[in-house]
């Protein structure tokens, strides 16, 4: 039977059935939003337990670095007392450069009124401390969550914008929640937060430039709950680093603007990454837990620029085979890339889903590129899906297509990592 969501700008999606010469591309760099945290690069996918964190503010200094003049510019240069005899000499400090303002969060079960402690205010739930970012937010603010499992819904409002999120490891550190599409439980009310699949995510973010590393967003409903969303992103400018997203159906709402993920886990079983929104998700594990889809994106004309780009990834099951589809439009022109991505065999033969509308053939956009696993069959997949030529991946793969504006960057390449530049 189909079951129709309750949102108000989001279409009826079901539940899955049972069936239903070479030259070698130039890859670009990873990227890393100008923000506050991300993970070392690697050349391929790995075990969690041998990435190195690197704090996006280290880069940001080895940025700051980079950018000091040479020897041979500091003599060509004339100083600023040379040029105004009256100008006084500072030398550069990172406060100076960006300004950061740090809340803590204490260790879960450890309520009470609001501390201090070493000149950081200390907010017994995360949410108070979110609560605590002023609207209109011009500082980078970063909370840092104490480990332990913080049980409750989390609202990140308009304009409560540069939020960083900062736990000490994703198993350590994590956010959950248990709302449904058809039973939310919010502090927010329903005007604030919305109804329905739109409504229900364990956080949700709606300010802008918000990053988030080292935490898990989980929604704890049972398998069969229907949708039920552990992050909800409807911001711009948004980064994950070495995250985890876990639930069943509809795990991770990347609905609008522009998001960037890098060595993240993602779990679900139905359209568990899904939305309209710009995201490229680099060196990220996608693990399928039973029948259903990976994608479902909801471009709905040619004209957008929307997409979802799975780059140096790796898509896992649960040791049965053919099982998954990689995607299915929820919107008719829903545009999903995966490049350079393993597969394993819980992947289906024929690779996408039409969503049982044969005009969608016409208009998805389904594409991959030089992928490999057992779940990599380019000749058996469906013929309205597309293996991508040289010329055409650089679309995708280009620094640009997550980040288009050149006269304002909002991702700087630093140490081979993407780092916001709000950072």
């Known amino acids: 039977m189909k079951r129709k969501r309750t949102t108000n700008d989001t279409p009826t999606r079901d539940q899955p059935s049972a069936q239903s010469g070479q030259i070698e591309p130039h890859i670009p760099p990873n990227p890393i939003p100008h923000s506050h945290s991300a993970v ?20 940001y200094k080895f940025r700051l670095f980079l950018n000091q ?20 000499i500072h030398p550069p400090s990172m ?21 201090e402690a070493e000149g950081e205010a200390v907010f017994p739930t995360v949410q108070a401390a ?26 990140v409002a308009k304009t409560r914008n540069l939020v960083t999120l900062a736990g000490t490891s994703p198993e350590s550190t994590v956010i959950t929640w248990d709302n449904t599409a058809t039973r939310i439980k919010h502090a927010q009310s329903s005007r604030v937060i919305g109804t329905g699949t739109f409504g229900c995510g364990t956080v949700i973010v709606e300010g802008e430039d918000f990053i988030a590393e080292n935490v898990t967003f989980e929604n704890s409903a049972p398998q069969g709950s229907g ?34 993920l890098r060595d993240c886990y993602i779990e679900g079983n139905c ?15 996608i693990h399928c837990k039973s029948v259903g889809y990976i994608t479902a994106h909801s471009r709905k004309s040619s004209s957008e620029t929307t997409g979802y780009v799975f780059l140096r990834c790796i898509i896992t099951g649960n040791g049965d085979a053919g099982y998954m589809f990689l995607g299915r439009p929820w919107g008719p022109f829903g545009r999903v890339v995966f490049a350079h991505t393993f597969m394993d065999r819980c992947i289906k033969p024929a690779g996408w889903h039409n969503w049982d509308r044969s005009e969608n053939e016409r208009t998805a956009c389904f594409f991959e590129y030089r992928c490999s696993g057992p779940g990599s069959r380019p000749s058996n997949r469906v013929s309205w899906c597309r293996q991508l030529l040289d010329v055409e991946v650089e679309n995708f793969l280009a620094h640009t297509f997550i980040d288009p504006d050149l006269d304002r960057p909002w991702l700087l390449q630093m140490m081979a990592i993407k780092i916001p530049a709000s950072a």
């Open 95 to 115: 406060a100076q450069q960006q300004p950061r303002r740090v809340l803590r969060v204490a260790p879960p079960g450890r309520g009470g009124a609001r501390a």
């Open 130 to 155: 979110g609560d605590a970012v002023p609207l209109g937010n011009a500082v980078r603010t970063v909370i840092r969550l104490a480990p332990g499992v913080y049980r409750e819904p989390v609202y």
């Open 69 to 88: 003049p040479t020897n041979q510019a500091r003599r060509e240069s004339p100083r600023a007392s040379e040029k105004n005899p009256a100008a006084p």
């Open 227 to 260: 949708q039920a969303v552990a992050l909800r992103v409807t911001a711009d400018r948004c980064a994950f680093y070495n995250c985890r997203f876990l639930g069943w159906q509809d795990t991770l709402y990347l609905h609008y603007g522009k998001q960037y």
């Open 40 to 59: 070392a690069d690697i050349s391929g996918p790995r075990s969690r337990a041998s990435r190195l964190p690197v704090s996006v503010f280290d880069a």
């Open 271 to 285: 359209d568990f990454i899904f939305g309209n929104s710009i995201a490229l998700l680099e060196h990220c594990h």
